[in-house]
């Protein structure tokens, strides 16, 4: 069912994996941080499946456009993972430090919010591994 590369199915389940992730994040954020609305659920939901896209559709690049240097699958899908976390915290900073300080506790030792990189890149590592296990890498993904 697997055996030929193939694009879609990196796509598709990149974004299964997201969605599972997302869907966990969807179900236990209210008991960790009561005060999250259904927007920051939907969108945790929402962000964690276009993540598993994004490491999808990337997985065609086993190169470095402009490095011309090697870029595995597990190099490349937890350094997306970690940006696109990044980007988040960077534009949410304020609610993702009340998500922070509500787990942690104020002066807690991973009370900054930019932790959520390094799971962006841990949830990233697992999206990768499974997209390139069930549906390849490189050009070959594209067909002709």
């Not at 993972?81 to 960077?90: E, H, I, K, S, Y």
């Not at 900073?93 to 919010?113: K, R």
């Amino acid at each position: 069912m697997f055996g030929k590369p193939s694009l879609i199915t990196r796509i598709a389940v990149g974004k299964l994996i997201g969605f599972l992730f997302g869907l966990a994040g969807f179900l236990l954020l209210p008991h960790f941080f009561p005060e999250a609305d259904g927007l920051i659920r939907w969108g945790i939901l929402l962000w964690y499946t276009t993540i598993g896209a994004i490491i999808g559709v990337f997985g065609i690049f086993t190169w470095h456009p402009v490095l011309k240097l090697p870029f595995p699958w597990w190099f490349r899908a937890p350094l997306l993972g970690a940006w696109m976390n990044f980007v988040l915290t960077f534009f949410a900073y304020d609610t993702m430090q009340q998500m922070m300080l509500a787990l942690f506790g104020e002066g807690g030792m991973i009370s900054s919010p930019f932790w959520f990189t390094a799971e962006g890149a841990i949830i990233g590592l697992v999206i990768g591994y499974f997209a390139t296990r069930f549906g390849g890498e490189g050009k070959e993904t594209v067909g002709k």
